[in-house]
């Protein structure tokens, strides 16, 4: 029999009989071997193109309530040297994998029961604000703007710190500001809702920037981020007249003839 029928069949339905996979795997010679691959290149550049996706993996806990006997990280192995990452440091172990150039990543760990699925805050509403008080993605340089969210608190929380940044569309990090650092407290009662606005002078050379969003807090001495929003919307900056850099620093200039 021949190996190519099988072969095909895999390929259009994406299934096959167990008798067919065994004698696939018994009899799978060179040319088999290279019309199986060959097939198998096909497939990848009609579905993926001719591109290279990479993910970050996080290995972010070897605790396990399981016992499987195959793994490593197993309850009963009591040879495994366990660990935890805080939430702070699986978010430093995405910072890296962003400056090296991953854009995804991909979380993963025994089944922890240290980790639940319990959201202390959650932002449910952003927008961007023109001088005029109208929803845009557009700004003129020079004029105020409003960056706006509201955050849904499910649990009382002690100062959880808002905040947002702007990044350029290559994933530089510009500016950005916090209600810590502006020193102003957020009152985070459960089950109520609280609108927090930003509001700045537009100086940000022209172009098309990312803005992200965040709550974040400390609980216990431990930082935690509730929730974040990462390159939520794009702003456009519209400018008459741009300088060097990101930021336009509005020098007044005066040139006099002294002799």
């Known amino acids: ?20 996979l065994r004698y696939l ?7 088999s071997s290279a019309y199986l691959r060959a097939a198998a290149a096909e497939e990848a550049v009609r579905h993926f ?5 990479l993910r970050g993996l996080i290995e972010f806990t070897n605790y396990c309530k399981n016992d499987c006997l195959y793994c490593g990280i197993r309850r009963g192995n009591q040879n495994a040297v366990r660990y935890r990452l ?11 994998g962003y400056e090296l150039g991953y854009r995804t990543f991909v979380l993963q760990g025994g089944e922890d029961p240290y980790y639940t699925d ?11 604000v023109d001088k005029d008080g109208k929803l845009t993605n557009t700004i003129e340089k020079g004029t105020t703007c409003t ?3 509201k955050i849904e608190f499910h649990k009382d929380l002690q100062e959880p710190i808002v905040a947002f940044t702007i990044k350029d569309m290559k994933g530089t990090e510009i500016t950005g500001t916090n209600t810590m650092y502006e020193k102003i407290e957020v009152p985070a009662k459960k089950d109520t809702v609280v609108e927090v606005s930003f509001t700045q002078k537009m100086d940000l050379q022209g172009g098309s920037y990312l803005i992200s969003f965040g709550c974040t807090g400390y609980m216990e001495g431990d930082f935690h981020v509730f929730h974040r929003l ?13 300088t060097v850099g990101f930021y336009d620093m509005n020098s007044r200039i005066e040139v006099q003839v002294t002799k």
Request: aromatic share 6%; net charge negative.
């Open 49 to 53: 193109g001719r591109k290279i996706y």
């Open 25 to 31: 795997l018994e009899h799978l010679d060179e040319e």
């Open 118 to 128: 319990e959201k202390l805050a959650e932002i449910v509403d952003f927008a961007v």
């Open 1 to 20: 029999m021949d190996c190519r029928p099988i072969i095909e069949k895999l390929r259009k339905e994406q299934d096959a009989q167990m008798e067919e």
């Open 147 to 149: 960056f706006k969210m």
């Open 230 to 242: 990462y390159d939520a919307c794009s702003v456009n900056v519209v400018s008459m007249k741009d």
């Open 86 to 96: 805080t939430l702070s440091q699986i978010m430093e172990c995405c910072k890296m």
